[in-house]
């Protein structure tokens, strides 16, 4: 089946620097991939689309500027969270949508990334 | 607005069936799905419902009923490793975006 991965899988950092968080799509090509947050206990909640060759589409509430989206190509996203504080920590989850499968709908999560701000 | 609406808990025996119910109030729909999820894990698919009806995968049901907006997720034979969070999301438009319910813990007890 299809393979979404992302790195890292955990990364602990100090209050005020920025953290990169990669989401590929292994063995297909994704147009739109989609980053959700996760507290404990909570549900996923989307804070983006990207979209590959444009600009991100973000979620009410959150901050483009601090929550920065890249979608270079086709199989890559990238995440970075900008001066991260302690709020910021979360479970941080990308997914993608398989190209040219609209009818199959299957959206294929990653891992995951544990971020923790000291 | 938009809502999406699962019980919190729920609590079977090893071997039993449970039933999750999901109802959701969306503008449009583009399908319904269902996701387990285990603790500290990322959502694993489980089923995709478009249409109405039931769609069955070996131990594991969904049910869709659009005009009702309401959809249930059917676990039989129910195993330890059973226990997660199940997650049901809506498609609400055509460019992808799902919206999740809060999950539903189910809770397995020998």
């Given amino acids: 089946g299809a393979v979404v991965s992302q790195h890292p899988s955990r990364v602990i950092c100090k209050s005020g620097t920025s953290v990169k968080i990669e989401c590929r799509s292994l063995d297909f090509q994704a147009t739109t991939m989609f980053w959700y947050r996760q507290f404990p206990k909570q549900s996923l909640m989307l804070m983006a689309t990207s979209n590959e060759g444009s600009k991100a589409t973000y979620e009410q509430g959150v901050e483009k500027d601090k929550f920065l989206i890249n979608h270079a190509s086709l199989t890559l996203s990238t995440l970075t969270v900008t001066s991260a504080h302690p709020e910021d920590s979360s479970f941080y989850i990308c997914s993608a949508d398989r190209l040219g499968e609209p009818s199959t709908d299957t959206q294929y999560f990653g891992p995951g990334t544990r971020l923790t701000v000291l | ?110």
Wanted: proline fraction near 3%; charge should be negative; include cysteine.
């Fill in chain 2, 1 to 110: 607005g938009q809502n999406i609406d699962q019980p919190t808990e729920m609590t079977a025996t090893e071997g039993a069936i449970v039933q999750i119910n999901c109802t959701y109030q969306t503008s449009g729909f583009n399908g319904l799905f269902w996701y387990q999820q285990h603790a500290g894990e990322a959502p694993t698919f489980l089923s995709y419902n478009v249409l109405d009806g039931l769609e069955e995968k070996g131990r594991f049901s969904s049910f869709l009923s659009r005009s009702k907006g309401y959809s249930y997720l059917l676990l039989k034979e129910l195993q330890m490793k059973d226990s997660a969070s199940y997650l049901c999301a809506v498609r609400g438009d055509s460019w992808g975006k799902l919206q999740f319910g809060a999950g539903t813990q189910v809770v397995v007890t020998p």
